[in-house]
């Protein structure tokens, strides 16, 4: 007798691995790959320099984005999803800096 074996869907699989992405995420590793960012930048911890990072990281996502819709040969669905990773990340610094939990899922 064969037994039911139950698959996550894949949209949950996703998620998860995108999560696992954002707690693995640093950002002098894996943001130069996604941003043309200055190493003072990356260096800076400070919440004003965060939040220019968290804004250009959503522009990028955004353009990103974009190109996926648009069905363009230089869309890159692993950028794609770096640049969720380390958008959710940097956001996840600056609510444990105001100490607010909560979970930011407003980009995609």
Same mark, same amino acid.
């Given at each position: ?49 965060? +939040?220019?990072?968290? =804004? ?6 955004? !353009?990103?984005?974009? @190109?996926? *819709? /648009? $069905? ?6 692993? +950028?794609?999803?770096? =640049? ?6 940097? !956001?996840?610094?600056? @609510?444990? *800096? /105001? $100490? ?9």
């Amino acid at each position: 007798m064969r037994e039911s074996v139950s698959i996550p869907p894949v949209a949950s699989l996703v998620a998860d691995s995108i999560d696992a992405g954002v707690l693995r995420y640093r950002r002098q590793e894996m943001l130069p790959r996604l941003l043309p960012v200055d190493p003072a930048d990356i260096a800076d911890d400070s919440e004003e320099c965060t +939040r220019k990072l968290c =804004l250009r990281l959503l522009s990028a996502l955004r !353009r990103e984005r974009g @190109r996926g *819709r /648009a $069905g363009h040969w230089s869309y890159d669905l692993n +950028r794609h999803i770096g =640049l969720l990773q380390a958008y959710r990340a940097e !956001r996840r610094t600056l @609510r444990r *800096r /105001a $100490g607010t939990s909560g979970d930011d899922q407003g980009a995609s």
